[in-house]
């Protein structure tokens, strides 16, 4: 079954760092997205993006984050200057239509010490 | 009103036991609706979508409600295997951006 694969599993990092979490979504997918979840609480909404571009942001994705997709295959999530708020799990998810359910990842674990 | 509300659980229930779950949504303009299932420190994943005519897969079954505003997953002859995180997720139009309802727990007992 085709996957998501995301690198690495887990971050540490210190505060005030940049980090780069890496996604390869499947293959034949036009959709990418990225999540967090800090620890206990709900999956959030952080960014959406298709045809080389931004669709969607929430609140939560300011200057501090950038997406890319530097190639073909790969789907980056820049978070700038990090925050000890930022330690959470960063899901990455695709999906081949915007309305069709999307997979995720496993997940990067960043920890922002 | 939260975006996307759910009951809190957890629900405690024996094997072989149906289970149903409730999620109002309070944005009308929501277009996708989709049940995930979320391990202890995994992804979610993808349950099932939920249409308007209400749809089954197995032992699972999703109804939607566009005017209350409401969804529902029932799940039939539990299993041990069922014990996770039940997601309710909202898409509004275009599918683009996607809101989470915070969970419910179920437990299935031997």
């Known amino acids: 079954e085709p996957e998501v694969t995301q690198t690495p599993s887990h971050q540490v990092t210190q505060m005030g760092q940049e980090v780069i979490l890496r996604c390869v979504p499947i293959s034949n997918h036009l959709y990418f997205y990225w999540y967090r979840q800090i620890l206990g609480q709900k999956v959030e909404f952080l960014v959406s993006?298709?045809?080389?571009?931004?669709?969607?942001k929430s609140e939560i994705f300011d200057d501090q984050f950038s997406v890319e997709r530097p190639d073909g295959s790969n789907f980056t999530l820049k978070i700038r200057s990090t925050k000890l708020e930022d330690s959470a799990m960063y899901f990455c998810?695709?999906?081949?239509?915007?309305?069709?359910?999307?997979?995720f990842g496993s997940g990067t674990r960043l920890t922002v010490v | 009103r939260k975006e996307v509300e759910q009951d809190p659980g957890p629900f405690n229930v024996p094997e072989g036991a149906t289970v149903a779950f409730n999620c109002t949504y309070s944005n009308s303009a929501s277009q996708s609706f989709f049940w995930y299932r979320q391990d202890c420190r995994k992804e979610p994943k993808l349950l099932m979508s939920v249409y308007s005519s209400g749809n089954e897969d197995g032992r699972f079954t999703a109804q939607l409600n566009r005017a209350s505003q409401y969804i529902s997953l029932l799940i039939r002859d539990s299993k041990l295997s069922d014990s996770a995180t039940y997601l309710c997720v909202v898409a509004a139009t275009g599918g683009f951006k996607t809101i989470f309802g915070a969970g419910t727990r179920l437990f299935v007992k031997a």
């Open positions: 998810a695709s999906s081949e239509e915007a309305r069709r359910g999307y997979t």
């Open positions: 993006f298709y045809n080389n571009e931004i669709s969607e």
